[in-house]
Structure formats: C-alpha cells, structure tokens
C-alpha cells in the first residue's frame, strides 16, 4: 500500500489486489500528497479550489469524482472506476 505513493508519472497505481478499504485508503494517501497538503498545486500561478457542495467537504467530493463515474445519471450514483484510479497521480504532473 504504501509503494503507490512512490510510484511516479506514467507507472500505474498498484490497487487491483486491495479491497475495497485498502483500496480508499492507498488512493486518499496519494491524493493528499499531491493535491490536499500540496500548497504548489496551482494552474497557472492560480490556486486550485474545488467547487463546494452543500453537506460535503470541496476536497472528499473532488477524491469522489476523480476516482469514480457515474452510472445512474437520473440519480447521480457513482462506482468505483479503476480505470480512473490507477491515473490519479498523473494529475499532479498534467496540472
């Protein structure tokens, strides 16, 4: 678990084998690196705030989103999406 957060651009997060806890908790630990404790992640000299929502924290709703997809849209369900997960480190880097 602790190896994805020394993974690097273009290496893939190791989180097929995890269960679903280990699985939150390796993606939250890399997410707050990069983006939650990282006072540089910014575009353009601007810093990045993500957009709050009523009755959830701006940052627990941007992890939501960049790790999941929606599959209900009449609903707005959201699942786990690997796909996106296993690329949640390369934000620091496009950004």
């Keep these: 678990m602790p190896l994805n957060v020394l993974k690097r651009y273009n290496q893939l997060l190791d989180i097929v084998s995890m269960n679903e806890f280990q699985r939150k908790q390796s993606l939250q630990r890399v997410f707050d690196r990069d983006i939650t404790n990282n006072p ?3 575009f353009q000299t601007k810093q990045i705030n993500p957009t709050p929502a009523e009755g959830q924290d701006s ?6 989103h960049l790790t999941t997809v929606i599959t ?3 609903t707005n369900r959201r699942a786990f ?6 690329r949640l480190h390369w934000i620091k880097h496009h950004i």
């Design 59 to 64: 940052m627990e709703r941007l992890f939501t």
């Design 40 to 42: 540089n992640f910014k």
């Design 72 to 74: 209900d849209k009449t």
């Design 81 to 86: 999406d690997m796909a996106r997960s296993v």
